[in-house]
């Protein structure tokens, strides 16, 4: 069994950054591929990044591509997201989660936080 709960959404300028943190309470949080999704009002939930388990790998979406960052403490069973560059539209509820394929896929991950609001002001 795996818990996950995200920190560090808040208001921010569009310009500006802020970093995310999702930490797991299992034991097995190494063995995890994680990814970070969001979902805006109105919308579906979209994929963002994705870490492989032991972090060699990251993916991400064009959306989000040269502004954001994905990377894991398997020591500290945490996997973050630096945010920089925000624009008004990566306001959304953003939620990590855990699998075992380091994919886009929404279905693939098991596993989910209860998400942290990200509101970027124009």
């Known amino acids: 069994q795996v818990q996950l709960v995200e920190s560090g959404g808040g208001l921010v300028q569009a310009g500006g950054s802020l970093t995310l943190s999702c930490a797991s309470s299992?034991?097995?949080?190494?063995?995890?591929?994680m990814g970070w999704f969001r979902q805006a009002p109105g919308k579906e939930r979209e994929f963002v990044a994705a870490i492989k388990s032991t972090g060699a790998r990251t993916l991400y979406a064009d959306s989000v591509k040269g502004r954001f960052t994905i990377s894991r403490d398997n020591p500290k069973n945490t996997v973050y997201l630096q945010m920089n560059s925000l624009k008004s539209e990566d306001t959304a509820v953003y939620y990590c989660?855990?699998?075992?394929?380091?994919?886009?896929?929404?279905?693939?991950?098991?596993?989910w936080g209860q998400g942290t609001q990200v509101t970027v002001s124009s």
């Open positions: 989660a855990a699998g075992s394929e380091t994919t886009p896929e929404l279905g693939s991950y098991g596993y």
């Open positions: 299992g034991r097995t949080f190494s063995s995890y591929a």
